[in-house]
């Protein structure tokens, strides 16, 4: 798909308890739409996150890459590095967000799908098993750990991308594999760390997250 063809929208997700900035990207007859959960101090810049974004575009899949703290928020997490832990606070931020989605008009038909990195993946797991209404999730690089106690309430088909170096965080994931059930898969990319940043590795990352949307999220409804 042509890039000049995605319209991108800086926009602000307003919620009753805080204003997020965030990045709409909407390609002609979009299919579904994915929200980025960023992780561990990073946001909607996330040079990672924006090319796995590009990829799924490219792919006709609509995305909104979200800062799940506000300005204040993120440098008072600068200071203590705490929020980015406090998993309830950003799967909140994920709900609040979808609902924010299911308000525009651009993006209300469209199947909604959640990604997240790091510790982000955790939250889009812990909102996942709320909303029920999503179809599918990918997790790059995940801590699942730290929403052990949501993951057998998830019901969306769930891949789990992690590096074979990642040693901290390879068995981490195994065994959420293990408690999200049949609807998960865990997919290791061989000599990979935790960042991807070995050459291939990220674009290996953005492939498998394509092929697992384009196969879980259902169409629009005339798309």
Not at 11 to 16: C, S
């Amino acid at each position: 798909m042509d890039r000049s063809a995605v319209m991108r929208t800086d926009v602000v997700v307003d919620l009753e308890n805080a204003r997020l900035d965030a990045l709409l990207s909407v390609p002609a007859d979009a299919r579904a739409v994915v929200l980025f959960a960023h992780g561990s101090g990073s946001g909607r810049a996330s040079p990672r996150n924006a090319m796995v974004a590009h990829v799924l575009e490219n792919a006709g899949l609509a995305t909104l890459l979200v800062d799940l703290l506000t300005t204040d928020e993120q440098a008072q997490d600068a200071r203590t590095g705490l929020l980015r832990f406090d998993i309830d606070l950003l799967a909140d931020r994920v709900l609040g967000a979808s609902q924010w989605l299911r308000a525009r008009p651009v993006s209300s038909a469209l199947a909604l799908g959640y990604f997240g990195a790091s510790t982000g993946a955790a939250a889009a797991l812990h909102a996942a098993s709320e909303n029920h209404d999503v179809f599918a999730v990918v997790s790059r690089g995940g801590r699942p750990d730290l929403a052990r106690d949501c993951l057998k309430a998830v019901r969306a088909p769930s891949l789990l991308i992690v590096g074979g170096d990642d040693v901290p965080i390879l068995p981490l994931n195994d065994e959420a594999c293990r408690l999200l059930g049949a609807s998960a898969q865990l997919v290791v990319v061989p000599g990979a760390t935790h960042l991807f940043e070995e050459p291939g590795a990220l674009e290996q990352v953005a492939r498998l997250s394509c092929d697992w949307f384009v196969n879980h999220l259902p169409p629009a409804a005339g798309a």
